[in-house]
């Protein structure tokens, strides 16, 4: 069975530092991978998406980046956080399916509060 | 974008009754999903559903894709307690491949 990961759980961070959060799946390969940040609202915004190694679409401007260096590793970065910043950040993957997705399965979460 | 327009925003039940949410959207949905989010965790899949006018239940959980493909709802019957949390619809449509629309959510409160 597939099971996804993400880490820290938490995070507290001051202004200005750098960020990186990590997000592993197990159990699949060549998933499709996303990053959504839900604010205090509940609203699911999705920051970025991946449909393969190296290969990151950015959905929202912002100071964050994403990256996938291996099949079923994908990082959410920041140089300089923001007080904006702050939120629950969520991991997603799904299989691919004739070109298009389906079901996506969400990570634990990580919560970072930038102070 | 497409939006879904997710409805109550916010129940409050008293343990044993049903529970109806829906979500609707100007747009034609290729798939719709529920979510269930408990606070501090991710959401987790109730149910999918992927064809015009299925209906699919998983225990005391029923959804439907409308007909029209541009809506569907979430049944909950006999509630308890642990049903407490937020509801989220999410819909796939014709397109944008890979990228879900989600509703706002539903907040269920289950009072015993």
């Known amino acids: 069975s597939q099971t996804i990961h993400q880490w820290p759980a938490t995070l507290v961070q001051p202004v200005g530092s750098p960020l990186s959060l990590e997000c592993t799946v197990e159990g699949t390969s060549n998933p499709n991978l996303y990053w959504y940040r839900q604010a205090a609202g509940r609203g699911l915004q999705l920051l970025f998406y991946s449909v393969g190694i190296g290969q990151i679409s950015s959905e929202v401007p912002q100071n964050l980046s994403a990256s996938r260096p291996q099949d079923r590793q994908f990082i959410l970065s920041s140089k300089k956080l923001l007080l904006s910043d702050s939120g629950f950040y969520l991991c997603?993957?799904?299989?691919?399916?004739?070109?298009?997705?389906?079901?996506?399965?969400f990570g634990p979460g990580t919560r970072l509060t930038v102070l | 974008g497409q939006q879904l327009n997710q409805s109550p925003q916010s129940m409050f039940i008293q343990e044993g009754e049903d529970v109806s949410m829906n979500c609707t959207s100007s747009?034609?949905?290729?798939?719709w999903l529920w979510y269930k989010q408990d606070p501090g965790e991710g959401p987790v899949l109730l149910i999918a559903?992927?064809?015009?006018?299925e209906l699919t239940s998983n225990g005391r959980l029923t959804a439907q894709f409308g007909i029209t493909r541009k809506d569907s709802f979430l049944n909950i019957s006999a509630s308890i307690p642990s049903d407490v949390g937020i509801y989220f619809c999410?819909?796939?449509?014709?397109?944008?491949?890979?990228?879900?629309?989600f509703g706002k959510g539903t907040l269920l409160t289950v009072n015993p």
């Open positions: 997603a993957w799904s299989l691919k399916r004739q070109g298009s997705t389906d079901t996506q399965y």
């Open positions: 747009s034609i949905f290729n798939t």
């Open positions: 559903l992927y064809k015009a006018g």
């Open positions: 999410a819909g796939l449509y014709g397109g944008s491949n890979y990228k879900l629309t």
